[in-house]
């Protein structure tokens, strides 16, 4: 893993991009793996040099439990010159985070989550259902009230 | 970082939704990070753009 300090530089960078390209409405969010390979509270004071260089958003890699989401929100609210960052949740299957519903999130302080390949997953098992059908039956009738 | 930009370009054109995209570790160093967040910006169309950028 990256020092803080040097990833920290690479956010202040693309923090100073996005005011040039954008003027700030691109948003730029640091993601930290942290608490996965060193601790929950390296995770969040590697979150806190990320929104002093210039970070919108945090996302906190590797969480496992609620507990973990509800501290690392309740340390990073209203930290920072601007109030505060958004946080992002990745709600993966078969991650290490407990499934957490987008309402729970949201009263737990995130304000984004994602569900990187979940509709990925879905479309595949249609595309096997449909060309294990065709194998069995040869044809895709059965497939049309689907 | 074309192949990124490309899907995402896809994505924003075809949703009219807000996209957020992963920028890996930025495609490099400093110089790559910004140009990261350019390419993104503007193959990006409407709405709020997001870039996630990993530390590893």
Not at chain 1, 39 to 47: L, N
Not at chain 1, 57 to 71: A, N, T
Not at chain 1, 95 to 123: A, H, M, W
Not at chain 2, 47 to 54: A, E, L, V
Request: charged residues 25%; aromatic residues 10%.
């Amino acid at each position: 893993m990256i020092s803080g300090k040097d990833f920290a530089k690479k956010v202040e960078i693309a923090a100073q991009a996005s005011h040039d390209c954008s003027g700030g409405e691109f948003i730029i969010c640091a993601r930290t793996d942290a608490a996965g390979v060193t601790s929950i509270d390296d995770a969040i004071a590697r979150a806190k040099l990320y929104i002093d260089a210039g970070a919108d958003m945090i996302f906190p890699e590797g969480l496992k439990s609620r507990e973990d989401f509800k501290r690392v929100a309740g340390e990073l609210k209203g930290y920072g010159k601007r109030g505060g960052p958004f946080l992002l949740a990745n709600m993966t299957e078969f991650g290490k985070t407990p499934y957490i519903s987008l309402d729970e999130f949201g009263q737990l302080g995130y304000n984004c989550v994602i569900y990187p390949v979940s509709t990925l997953r879905v479309t595949m098992k249609a595309v096997d259902d449909f060309l294990k059908d065709l194998k069995r039956l040869g044809n895709q009738e059965t497939l049309l009230d689907r | 970082m074309d192949g990124f930009c490309k899907i995402i370009k896809e994505v924003s054109h075809s949703s009219g939704l807000p996209v957020i995209a992963d920028a890996d570790t930025g495609f490099g160093e400093g110089e790559m990070c910004a140009k990261a967040v350019w390419e993104y910006y503007e193959a990006g169309a409407s709405g709020i753009k997001n870039s996630y950028f990993t530390e590893v």
